[in-house]
């Protein structure tokens, strides 16, 4: 059989080659636990501090924070599973509605006749809003223009 001229040199990279893919896959005699094996720690009170001590932020930029519980009682709208709920709210001029998402994407609650427009809400954020009109304010989520609903405002 004939070889060609380096084929010694190509060998040996090929057999070095071959050790340390087996060494890097796993391969070969396992190896006895060392007792200098880094412990892994959890918990640590820095985690997601920013380097200054600053708070991390919870929102994306433009976006509203969570403000706690949701109110609960007759003024407040549901986002809830891409849906406003109720669908149809009623109240009387000069009433504060409160709209609450529960949903883990954003929402925006927004006036088609431009009389009102949230920012972005995140999970758990909510948004105000008093109505001094009587009228019927048909309103919708600008990134989800299919989530739609209404409030009605009597004198």
Known sequence: ????????AA??????????TMSA?????????????????????TVGMAPDGAPPMTTMPGMAAP???AP??????SIDNFAFAPQTLTVRAGTTVTWTN?????HTVAAQDGA?????MGAGATYTFT?????????????HPFMRADVVVTP
């Open 67 to 69: 403000q706690g519980p």
């Open 116 to 120: 009102f427009h949230s920012p972005g």
């Open 11 to 20: 060998a040996a990279v090929a057999a070095a080659l071959t050790v340390l």
């Open 131 to 143: 109505f001094t009109k009587a009228g019927t304010y048909h309103y919708l989520c600008s990134i």
């Open 72 to 77: 609960a009682g007759p003024n407040a709208v």
């Open 25 to 45: 896959c796993g391969g070969g005699t396992p190896s006895a636990p060392s007792d200098s094996a880094p412990t892994p720690v959890f918990g640590s009170g």
């Open 102 to 106: 529960h949903d883990e994407e954003p």
């Open 1 to 8: 059989m004939r070889r060609f001229p380096g084929y010694r």
